[in-house]
């Protein structure tokens, strides 16, 4: 099992930053792919940036050449620097990691951490 602790949010004005962490531990193997989801009132959970095993990345849209993902694999920590942050960016973020059980992948989620951006 995989156990994620997500920190970092906080209250922050329109273009300035953030960065998240989300550390795992428990007994696991390789993590597949991990990153942030994100979920604003009214709107559903969207994902915002992954990082697999192989260092590669993903990014939505809308957080592309804003946000960066990163990992320090001898922390198992993975990093979601948020740069010129949005009233939009605004939202419950969730870590999430996806590791693998006799051959099966399933998701691990922290528990949430809030995001709130003031113009």
Not at 4 to 26: F, I, K, P, W, Y
Not at 60 to 70: L, N, P
Request: hydrophobic residues 35%; charged residues 15%.
């Amino acid at each position: 099992q995989v156990q994620l602790v997500e920190s970092g949010g906080g209250l922050v004005q329109a273009g300035g930053s953030l960065r998240l962490s989300c550390t795992a531990s428990g007994n696991f193997g390789t993590i597949l792919v991990s990153g942030w989801h994100r979920q604003a009132p009214g709107n559903r959970r969207e994902l915002v940036a992954s990082i697999s095993s192989n260092g590669r990345t993903n990014y939505a849209d809308s957080v592309k050449g804003r946000f960066t993902i990163s990992r320090d694999n001898a922390k198992n920590t993975v990093y979601l620097h948020m740069n010129s942050l949005k009233r939009e960016d605004a939202a419950v973020y969730y870590c999430f990691a996806t590791t693998v059980r006799v051959g099966v992948p399933y998701d691990s989620w922290g528990q949430g951490t809030q995001v709130t951006v003031s113009s």
